[in-house]
């Protein structure tokens, strides 16, 4: 009898435990700062999404022997002790695909602009291992940023990362917009995270855009300022899904995470209200884990793949432009180089402020183009040579002709990189003004009026020789020196300063 009633009650367990309808729920046992403590969820993973009785979203993060820690992306006030929480079964995951093009979104997916929900019916996990050796081809392609300086002295190749640092004010936003606007007509995708910006910043930031036509391939992620740590922690992570989703279907992509310093604040203070060990989850230890394993998806794709690409421009704000901090040199060790902005240059009117010495590219070079190379080649050694003669030409005016001749070469050098906000070049137009710069054609323009000298050259050149500008790109060769010299020496006798009047070859 006993062992009858014992088969019919383990034949009620299995059926009890078969059926496929039953959810796990838990029971919130402390609330606070956005962070709750659930007990009864035994079978959670780490990462699951949940969701709270009042329809917040949350993410569970510690797993521990007595209960779950889990961060809450939005509105906690109103969820309490005792209320239920339900898994909902699946690793934390944003919505991807076309539909996010042209929109602004939080990093849960939702739209932020106004215009409606988004067209997608496929998500993403927000972190997934990053691609593997074999599964990725060296850096070969360049991603043409339109700035002199970045392109020609730190070039960026598509599937590389490179990092933007430098104080407050000193415009890394504007370079990383500036390679975003370039990237119109070129097949590139673009995805703009914001973390711990000013909504009106982010909001003049989309006009921007707008303005150039550039929303209509851009993703803009944002978590302001005034949201929860939790979000500005997910951003990075869901603005990468949405970009490896464009990346896996062959296509290139640019991502901007705007900036890193903020997110490794909102992790610090995640963590010890998670009450992580301070001595290492919580800070310093685990930053470097939180950002290696965002930008090491970052890739160029085998051609098995489909070759496409993720580039990354993760910025980081430095304090009195020490480089040697914590988060900065971390951040330069897992990156491919860094693009330093200096105050000192910013304030003395040289922007793009980029300090020469200490910027570097360490495997863009392969991917420049072989005309810019050859332009571009002696420019770095001709500024470092130009700001030690500078430093030293202070204390004495008696120079020597060969003396005198490397300053106005290096004060012209410094006026050519100079470039107005917005205003990005295509790459066969940079390579025709660098040529004429390191081939002496400036040397006599007097400095006020480089920037005029350039304009009129480029509406010479492609006005009346737009085919060697269009070669540049194709063929990827300089044009014959003696034709360029011919052209430029044209132009010298044709250069009226400061007029807008058209110049047209007889």
């Known amino acids: 009898m006993t062992e009858r009633l014992e088969d019919r009650l383990r034949q009620q367990i299995r059926r009890f435990r078969s059926q496929d309808n039953l959810e796990e729920i838990g029971t919130v046992t402390f609330i606070g700062d956005g962070i709750a403590r659930v007990i009864g969820l035994e079978n959670v993973m780490s990462g699951e999404m949940v969701e709270f009785a009042n329809g917040s979203i949350g993410m569970v993060q510690n797993l521990e022997s007595n209960d779950v820690g889990i961060i ?3 509105k906690y006030e109103n969820i309490h002790e005792g209320d239920l929480v339900r898994r909902l079964g699946k690793i934390m995951e944003v919505p991807v695909g076309p539909g996010l093009l042209g929109r602004v979104v939080d990093p849960l997916g939702r739209p932020l602009d106004g215009l409606g929900r988004i067209d997608s019916n496929r998500t ?3 972190e ?13 392609e360049p991603m043409q940023t339109g700035i002199k300086a970045v392109d020609a ?6 599937g590389q990362r490179e990092l933007i640092i430098g104080d407050r004010k000193t415009g890394k936003t504007s370079l990383a917009v500036d390679a975003i606007i370039n990237q119109k007509g070129k097949d590139v ?6 973390i711990g910006q000013k909504e009106s910043t982010v909001k003049n930031l989309v006009n921007t855009l707008e303005q150039y036509g550039a929303m209509d391939y851009t993703v803009v992620v944002t978590a302001s300022a005034s949201q929860p740590a939790p979000l500005l922690y997910l951003a990075p992570y869901s603005g990468t899904a949405i970009g490896e989703e464009f990346m896996y279907n062959g296509q290139h992509v640019l991502v901007v995470y705007d900036d890193l310093s903020k997110q490794a604040a909102a992790y610090r203070e995640m963590s010890l209200l998670l009450k992580r060990p301070p001595g290492r989850e919580a800070y310093p230890g685990d930053v470097f884990y939180l950002h290696s394993r965002l930008l090491e998806r970052s890739a160029k794709l085998s051609d098995a793949l489909g070759g496409g690409s993720l580039t990354s421009l993760p910025i980081v704000e430095t304090q009195a432009g020490d480089i040697s901090a914590y988060i900065p040199t971390n951040v330069i060790s897992i990156t491919d180089g ?7 240059l910013f304030f003395s009117g040289i922007r793009p402020a980029i300090n020469a010495g200490l910027s570097v590219s360490r495997v863009g070079g392969a991917a420049q183009l072989k005309p810019m190379k050859q332009v571009s080649g002696t420019l770095r050694i001709d500024l470092a040579s130009y700001r030690e003669l500078e430093a030293f030409t202070q204390f004495g005016s008696d120079l020597d002709a060969a003396t005198q001749h490397k300053l106005n070469r290096g004060k012209r050098t410094v006026a050519v990189l100079k470039q107005k906000l917005h205003k990005t070049l295509p790459v066969e137009e940079q390579v025709v003004i660098l040529y004429a710069l390191i081939h002496g054609y400036m040397d006599s323009v007097p400095l006020e009026m480089i920037e005029d000298y350039q304009d009129q050259l480029m509406t010479f050149f492609r006005d009346n020789y737009d085919v060697i500008l269009h070669e540049i790109v194709t063929k990827k060769v300089l044009p014959d020196q003696q034709l360029m010299d011919s052209i430029l020496a044209e132009f010298g006798q044709r250069f009226q300063p400061l007029s807008a009047r058209p110049l047209v070859a007889d």
């Open 128 to 140: 997934t291992p990053a691609p593997g050796i074999m599964d990725r081809q060296s850096v070969n």
């Open 72 to 74: 809450i992306f939005g």
């Open 153 to 158: 002295l730190v070039p960026i190749g598509r």
């Open 338 to 344: 860094q693009i330093f902005l200096e105050s000192d």
């Open 124 to 126: 993403r996990p927000v």
């Open 189 to 194: 995708i673009c995805i703009y995270v914001a």
